[in-house]
């Protein structure tokens, strides 16, 4: 049960396994202006992460909304972060109107933990956004900080997951780890999220707290690629541990700006399906598009 070996072979792999298209819920779309910046940071990453982290798809938005297109994503969740304050709200705005213009496309939004941040994020939920992204490690603040404590009641009575990176993968940030977030899943435990990159490095602590919480998934985004096995490689009972928690793993690729083609975080999943024979292609299909479906 290999995966595909080039994009080109994605569409085809994809079909072959009765699947109408992808979903994939870990997709960045920025303002041109930030994107720039983004890229630019991923260009010192030898200064940042001690290697090289060339941009795969440094392409035009046009390109990449294409390029998503022909590889049969037929639905995928634009991200956008903030790092500093005052800026989440206009992503917000921003990324409405690039979902709204996009028809593969849901609407999300983003957080920051200051004052106001109940008023637009409760705007952009009842506004139908699908997904919250939350990054802890850019944006520097503690999840547990009292602002944010009625932005995470909000979402978890709307029902809409949180897409939060706060693992200490790639590098630590003032307040990553699995613990401190187990701390907001304590407090607001129906709280809908998905675990970016799997709690990289801590996959098992990532793990347990699916285990804990009725609410909480995993995303794929860079697990088990080459790349990432390098810096924070996968416990080698994964498959069995994936085997544990059906319906909970949903694809995530970080497009476009993953080191490495899509094809190859493709070909990572297909390798757990094919180690543990209670994954298999049911587990392909659940992840490829059945559990981002329900997701969004």
Not at 75 to 80: D, N, R, S
Not at 133 to 154: M, S, T, Y
Not at 171 to 192: K, Y
Request: glycine share 8%.
């Amino acid at each position: 049960m290999t995966g595909p070996e080039t994009d080109d072979d994605v569409p085809g792999w994809v079909e072959s396994l009765g699947l109408p298209g992808l979903v994939d819920v870990h997709v960045h779309f920025l303002p041109e202006r930030v994107l720039r910046k983004v890229w630019a940071y991923f260009d010192q990453a030898e200064t940042h992460y001690g290697r090289a982290w060339p941009v795969q798809y440094r392409l035009s938005q046009e390109e990449r909304v294409a390029l998503l297109r022909k590889l049969g994503v037929q639905k995928f969740a634009p991200l956008v972060y903030p790092h500093k304050p005052d800026m989440a709200a206009w992503l917000t705005e921003w990324v409405t109107d690039f979902a709204d213009a996009t028809p593969s496309a849901v609407r999300t939004a983003t957080l920051y933990a200051e004052p106001g941040v109940e008023d637009y994020l409760g705007a952009a939920v009842r506004a139908g956004a699908r997904a919250v992204k939350v990054h802890v490690q850019v944006g520097g603040f503690d999840p547990r900080d009292p602002f944010l404590d009625p932005a995470w009641g909000l979402l978890a009575d709307a029902g809409v997951p949180a897409i939060v990176h706060c693992g200490h993968g790639p590098i630590p940030g003032a307040h990553t780890g699995l613990d401190v977030f187990a701390e907001v899943l304590a407090r607001h435990p129906r709280l809908t999220t998905v675990l970016a990159h799997a709690g990289m490095p801590d996959y098992r602590g990532a793990v347990d707290l699916v285990h804990r919480y009725e609410n909480v998934h995993l995303d794929t985004t860079m697990v088990g690629t080459p790349f990432s096995e390098e810096m924070a490689p996968l416990p080698k009972d994964w498959p069995a541990l994936l085997a544990e928690i059906p319906g909970r793993v949903v694809l995530g690729t970080d497009f476009p700006n993953i080191p490495y083609s899509y094809a190859t975080q493709l070909r990572a999943i297909a390798g757990w399906a094919a180690a543990d024979g209670r994954l298999g292609e049911a587990f392909l299909r659940d992840v490829l598009f059945e559990a981002g479906t329900r997701l969004l």
